[in-house]
């Protein structure tokens, strides 16, 4: 079944509408970032800015790096390196630790874009948000800031989310989140971001929070203000390993994006791959949208993948509907009414 104006026209009159954005739609966005699956290119990871990287890389997969495994393959394998399971007992071998630097100064290379006539925001995805209510929420798969950069930046959702992430001290913590809060829709990412960064060191009462800087803000602090160790971005593998005891806030962004899907009465997915060995995310989605109380809820696909229909109705429990690409849904989305001012 093929995208309609009904079907956008139920998008746009439902109560809360839930946008799920993977790789796809960064690589869809006007700046064309690379998907997960071609993320390693050899001219952008050239050999003595990346020497541990490529160390690593060649004796984990026996590749070079421009045939190297996607993105989710090779962080999962570094962190499972880096963990004190993963090395059965022995030292870790001190280059691991580089490496992993090295891979964050990569993801940092590779997923900063240079703004076009003097904008970082995309017009494909500002056609797409135009049509957000306030109740809409945005979930994301990616470590990039387009989405940042094309929001309003007073709009609502980025500041929930930083607040959430690193609490404004008060003199009594609240407990929760109060049912009001959910009223209006949230912006939140899964695994992680490069504009987020935190204390390395587990015992730090710093630890537990996750500073976001500024969108395209690069002053990154040299050290922890607390305890004085080296700050670290949050870049977290699909395969979660251990993600929330390193990342506690983590916790909260999944549990309301739980939330978020079970009381929708329309999710848009646009670019998720669905990997088989993405178990976290499988069990997100099924959890959320598997049940007789969903079954009147309007789920979309957008994705040049025709095949991910069938993936997509295993994981949510009905057929979704199919559109071929972010073009054209935001061409049929664009026909109809309901889009706000923007900027």
């Known amino acids: ?30 700046f064309e970032l690379p998907t ?32 190297a495994p996607g993105l989710e393959d090779v962080i999962t394998y570094l962190e499972l390196a880096l963990d004190r399971f993963g090395s059965f007992g022995k030292h870790i071998d001190t280059y691991l630790y580089a490496a992993r630097e090295e891979f964050n100064r990569y993801v940092m290379r590779r997923l900063a874009y240079s703004p076009v006539e003097g904008k970082y925001s995309c017009s494909r995805f500002e056609k797409l948000l135009r049509h957000l209510r306030p109740s809409d929420s ?35 913590a609240p407990a929760g989140l109060h049912k009001w809060e959910f009223e209006n829709g949230w912006y939140l990412k899964l695994h992680g971001s490069i504009n987020w960064y935190y204390c390395s060191n587990p015992d730090c009462v710093g630890r537990q929070f996750i500073t976001v800087l500024e969108t395209h803000r690069r002053d990154i602090p040299p050290f922890c203000n607390s305890c004085g160790s080296a700050i670290e971005m949050v870049i977290v593998p699909p395969t979660m390993n251990k993600a ?22 329309r999710i848009v997915f646009i670019g998720v791959g669905f990997r088989l060995s993405d178990y976290y995310l499988s069990w997100l989605i099924k959890s959320s949208c598997v049940g007789k109380e969903h079954a ?45 001012e923007y900027g």
């Not at 387009?146 to 001290?169: C, G, H, Q, W, Y």
Request: overall charge negative; some cysteine.
């Open 138 to 172: 945005l979930v994301t798969l990616n470590y990039d800031l387009i989405v940042e950069s094309t929001l309003d930046e007073n709009d609502f959702r980025l500041d929930k989310m930083a607040e959430l992430l690193n609490p404004t001290i008060r003199a009594t």
């Open 244 to 265: 929330f005891g390193k990342y506690p806030r983590l916790g909260a962004i999944w549990s309301i994006v739980q939330r978020e899907l079970a009381s929708s009465t």
């Open 1 to 30: 079944m093929s995208v309609t104006e009904k079907h956008i026209e139920q998008i746009l009159s439902g109560a809360k509408t839930v946008y799920f954005l993977g790789a796809g739609a960064s690589n869809a966005s006007r």
């Open 36 to 67: 997960m699956d071609r993320f390693f290119s050899k001219e952008d990871l050239p050999l003595d800015d990346f020497p541990e990287l490529h160390r690593f890389m060649k004796s984990h997969f026996r590749h070079t790096c421009a045939e």
């Open 296 to 340: 009147e809820r309007l789920v979309v696909l957008v994705d040049k993948d025709e095949e991910l229909p069938d993936r997509v109705e295993e994981l949510v429990g009905k057929r979704p509907v199919y559109c071929g690409s972010l073009k054209s849904y935001i061409s049929a989305l664009s026909k109809m009414g309901h889009a706000r």
